[in-house]
Nanobody, 114 residues
């Protein structure tokens, strides 16, 4: 099952976006979910994770700006991104964490203009 991220777009620096990732109850209830991103010419990196019981953890550079959450009724994981910077420009993906053995979806493009 590929998890599809949505909600990306073009935003000015300092702006906000909310990304969504729809899945299944089986996946979300049994796994830690993560948001990842890949900027042009760079390796994919972890942004944030949320455990099956809803505990979030963030990469240091995202703390205070990004918020990961989940809605179990909708089987959806969100990434609220505030105070966006041009260096946040990347394709954002959601997947199970760790992602070993799980296929990657297409991701959603986030572009932050200066």
């Amino acid at each position: 099952v590929q998890l599809q991220a949505s909600g990306g777009g073009l935003v000015q620096a300092g702006g906000s976006l909310r990304l969504s990732c729809a899945g299944t109850a089986r996946i979300f209830s049994r796994n830690t979910m993560g948001w990842f991103r890949q900027a042009p010419g760079k390796q994919r990196e972890l942004v944030a994770v949320i455990t099956s019981n809803g505990t979030p953890t963030y990469t240091n550079s995202m703390k205070g700006r990004f918020t990961i959450s989940k809605d179990n009724a909708k089987n959806t994981v969100y990434l609220q991104m505030n105070s966006l910077k041009p260096e946040d420009t990347a394709v954002y993906y959601c997947n199970v964490f760790p992602s070993t053995g799980w296929p990657w979806g297409q991701g959603t493009q986030v572009t932050v203009s200066s």
